[in-house]
């Protein structure tokens, strides 16, 4: 009897992740839209810091990017680019800030703190997209 060899397949690779921190729903939504055909990419939405971070921590080398509001429930965008600066493995991970604050100084602070980039809202999704695209 002859045996047949089959080849061994490898697991398809996972998809790298960019998580969408946002709690509005309308404006998580929108993202999603606009990233859904990023090349080699998934968006997550994920409602809130303490839980992507969470997310991120579990499987960092299928983080992408990030793209995190100013306000979120219980923290802040700029807390979110502080936590993933300190972590060692989540360090390097571009970082898109996206605001409806008035306050001039923010895109700077935003900045010095590790963000990539910053859009004020009302923001263009496909010119997330085209900066994201730029930073992977």
Do not use: W
Request: proline fraction near 9%; glycine fraction near 4%; include cysteine.
């Amino acid at each position: 009897m002859e045996h047949l060899l089959l080849p061994i397949s490898s697991p398809l690779p996972s998809p790298r992740l960019v998580f969408i921190v946002e709690d509005s729903d309308a404006c998580a939504e929108t993202l999603e839209i606009a990233l859904d055909s990023l090349h080699g990419c998934q968006p997550r939405r994920v409602n809130g810091a303490p839980l992507a971070l969470a997310q991120m921590r579990k499987h960092p080398g299928h983080v992408a990017a990030v793209v995190t509001d100013m306000h979120l429930a219980q923290s802040s965008g700029l807390d979110l680019i502080r936590e993933l600066r300190a972590d060692a493995h989540l360090s390097h991970v571009p970082v898109i800030l996206i605001s409806g604050d008035t306050d001039p100084l923010l895109p700077e602070r935003a900045l010095e703190l590790g963000a990539n980039a910053f859009f004020a809202k009302p923001y263009s999704p496909a010119a997330v997209r085209r900066k994201l695209e730029q930073l992977l």
